[in-house]
């Protein structure tokens, strides 16, 4: 669904930005995983507190988010979290024990929940990192294929129906004969009309706006935003 869109905009790969995101996240994990004492201490301080929030701190839900976190702590790698699991180890965080107590309660206090926070906190930097690295990649190879598959279009003399857009768009931004195609365009068509205009993308806008926009000449758009079907209109 990405092909054919040359408006997508490519985000940046930095290799060592993710590399030190990575790190700054195992050097806040080593702590948990280190220090056995300071775990089995703050899990079973958050077992035996009072006061908290039912809606999020049932004993059965305490229990789970302590499994989770012993679990991950047997293991000598950098956890590798899903966002459920994010979700749930962010409730042994000191900063949401302190909103999940009822009113007349204070929330228990230890060294292991300030530490899930400073890991939490470097988990979720990395992971927008990875993330946008990831997203770089796919479209810097999509861009690839792209190119290629236009190519091989004109080597074997065929055409698609993206190519009529994205041929049409190159045509009117070409600085020597680009104002002539959208002169004649707009001597053609007095008037454009376009139906269901919250599914027209940057490129037809784009021809749009230099065939017709530019020319002087009305334009009327009708269309419905709640009705979008593409991707670009989130």
């Known amino acids: 669904p ?33 220090d056995s004492a300071t775990l089995v201490e703050g899990c079973a301080l958050l077992l035996a507190a009072e006061g908290l929030k039912q809606t999020s701190y049932k004993p059965a839900q305490c229990q789970r988010y302590v499994r989770l976190l012993q679990m991950l702590a047997a293991d000598a ?17 000191q900063s949401q024990l302190d909103k999940g107590v009822n009113k007349g309660h204070s929330a228990p206090q230890h060294r292991l929940f300030a530490l899930v926070d400073g890991w939490l906190a470097a988990w979720d930097s990395y992971s927008r990192q990875l993330a946008q690295n990831i ?35 190159s045509a009117l931004d ?21 139906d269901e205009f919250q599914d027209t993308d940057p490129l037809q806008y784009r021809i749009f706006r230099r065939a017709f ?20 209109r989130g």
Not at 14 to 25: G, M, Q, T, V
Not at 141 to 165: E, N, P
Not at 174 to 194: C, M, N, S, T, V
Not at 213 to 232: C, E
């Open 135 to 169: 997203a770089g990649l796919k479209l810097a190879m999509i861009g690839w294929i792209d190119q290629h598959a236009v190519a091989q279009r004109r080597a074997t003399r065929s055409r698609g129906f993206d190519d009529l857009l994205t041929d049409l768009a």
């Open 174 to 194: 070409d600085p020597e004969h680009g104002a002539r195609l959208a002169a004649r365009i707009a001597a053609d068509f007095a008037i454009a009309l376009i």
């Open 77 to 93: 790698s950098l956890p590798q979290l899903s966002s459920a699991q994010a979700k749930d180890l962010a409730r042994l965080g």
């Open 2 to 34: 990405y092909l054919s869109k040359p408006y997508l905009r490519t985000p940046s790969i930095d290799s060592a930005a993710l590399l030190a995101a990575r790190e700054a996240a195992a050097a806040a994990w080593a702590p948990l995983q280190a």
């Open 213 to 232: 926009v530019q020319q002087a000449r009305p334009v009327f758009m009708v269309g419905d935003p709640k009705q979008a079907i593409y991707s670009f």
